[in-house]
């Protein structure tokens, strides 16, 4: 099946560490996405990559890293940095840029 | 920047009703218009996406309406089922996808 997979589902963080969430997709797809959901809010974005070996930031970047070495997979990290990381992580694709978007399952992060 | 607004942010309706969701956004320059699907817990599932140039599209009981001059989308779900409580969302995409944050349905069967 093609699809997005997000892993783990569930995920806890402790102070001063860094955690790093899975996106792997099979979708042949160009572009890819990281986007935050807090209750009550809309999806906020905080990085994308149009293509392998780049990407760009969104809206609320600060506190997150990504690398997008391979065209099906764009990891993203919560760094220490990041203060408030309690939230709903979701990746998507699309075949490119602006186009309809696939999502994953969601990795849901809380800290200890 | 795009604000994407969606109202009511509940709604309950009996099965079988025929029912409207609302989407407004405040800037008209936009690429496409996507309405989502999401089950509590879960990811987005894309039910329907609007061209800027199209004014509605179909998919079985739904249908989506587009009028950019106005800023406004509808989408209509007809003969409404418990199976389609879920928060629906939609998204504008100009220089990149801006989210409403939902209206969540309950079809009471």
């Known amino acids: ?112 | 920047k795009q604000e994407v607004t969606q109202i009511p942010a509940a709604l309950s309706v009996p099965e079988g009703e025929n029912l409207v969701l609302n989407c407004s956004f405040t800037d008209s320059a936009i690429y496409n218009l996507q309405w989502f699907r999401q089950d509590p817990g879960k990811g987005l599932t894309s039910l329907l996406l609007i061209q800027s140039s199209q004014r509605e599209q179909t998919s079985g009981r739904l249908n989506a309406s587009l009028d950019k001059s106005s800023g406004r989308s509808t989408l209509y779900i007809a003969a409404s089922q418990p199976g389609d409580s879920a928060t629906y969302l939609c998204a504008v995409h100009g220089n990149q996808f801006y989210f409403g944050t939902g209206t969540s349905l309950t079809v009471i069967p």
């Open chain 1, 1 to 112: 099946d093609g699809g997005i997979t997000q892993s783990p589902k569930y995920l806890f963080r402790k102070e001063g560490q860094n955690v790093t969430l899975s996106c792997e997709q099979n979708l042949n797809h160009d572009a890819m996405y990281w986007y935050r959901q807090d209750p009550g809010q809309g999806l906020r974005l905080i990085y994308y990559s149009q293509i392998v070996n780049d990407f760009q930031k969104g809206d609320i970047a600060e506190g997150y890293s990504v690398s997008r070495e391979k065209k099906e997979s764009f990891p993203l990290t919560v760094t220490s940095a990041q203060k408030n990381p309690t939230a709903f992580y979701l990746c998507a694709s699309s075949i490119a840029d602006g186009e309809k978007l696939f999502f994953g399952s969601g990795t849901q992060l809380s800290v200890l």
